[in-house]
């Protein structure tokens, strides 16, 4: 089976403190994907990539941004945290083909205090 | 902006059908419909997809209208570890294959 591992399950930060959140995929998917799931807003698409070194906004991308240096790793980058973006953070990938079904990490837990 | 409407709950007693509802009456010819279920503190799990035809798996079974302007996800035999948020999706074909995802029904399956 897929398995697509988030670094850390809880995660609390200060306010102005950069964070990272990683995301590893193990079965050599082209797309990765980060989104964020709020209360009352369902899952948000942040930024998605379909290649090494490529990247994508999506629908919320203002103040993250992410890396992809490696095929198997999508980080996603908080440079100054704030308390909005307090969430929980799911990472995602799949084959980029079409009809190809997405699999999700367990997702991440941040609090911004 | 989301591409589908679904009711925000819904209940379904044990052992009967479970019979979720989406809209996605701006859906194009090329554009799949896709349902994920999101078990409490976990990431959503992959249900059922199509494109035009009736589906079924060992989960769930997939109805398209005619039309395909709305579908139900059909679980033949609700059980109380069916009850989870339902999302359905309609894909994008743009750039790199972007899934939205809107808020979803929440099930209830009731003892």
């Known amino acids: 089976d897929v398995k697509v591992t988030q670094s850390s399950r809880y995660l609390v930060k200060r306010t102005g403190e950069k964070v990272f959140l990683e995301c590893v995929q193990d079965m050599d998917h082209e797309n990765m994907f980060w989104y964020r799931q709020d209360p009352g807003l369902g ?25 992809r240096e490696k095929k198997e790793r999508f ?3 908080l440079e100054s945290a704030s308390t909005n973006q307090t969430s929980m953070y799911l990472c995602a990938s799949s084959i980029l083909s079409r ?3 997405l699999f ?10 | ?12 007693a044990e052992g009967r059908a479970a019979n979720l509802p989406c809209n996605h009456s701006t859906i194009s010819g090329n554009e799949y419909v896709y349902w994920y279920r ?21 989960m769930a079974s997939l109805i398209i209208t005619e039309d ?44």
């Open chain 2, 1 to 12: 902006d989301a591409k589908t409407t679904q009711p925000p709950s819904m209940d379904c």
């Open chain 2, 68 to 111: 395909r302007k709305s579908s139900t996800l059909i679980l033949p035999h609700a059980t109380l570890r069916d009850t989870a948020v339902y999302y359905c999706i309609v894909r994008v074909e743009k750039g790199g294959n972007q899934f939205y995802f809107g808020t979803g029904t929440s099930l209830t399956v009731i003892p």
């Open chain 1, 43 to 67: 899952l948000r698409l942040i930024y998605f990539s379909y290649d090494v070194k490529m990247k994508e906004k999506g629908d919320i991308p203002e103040g993250y941004s992410v890396s």
């Open chain 1, 104 to 113: 999700f990490g367990s997702g991440t837990q941040l609090s911004v205090l």
């Open chain 1, 99 to 101: 009809g190809e079904k």
């Open chain 1, 75 to 77: 980080s996603l980058i």
């Open chain 2, 38 to 58: 999101q078990i409490h503190s976990q990431g959503p799990q992959y249900i059922i997809h199509g494109l035009k035809n009736n589906e079924t798996n060992e």
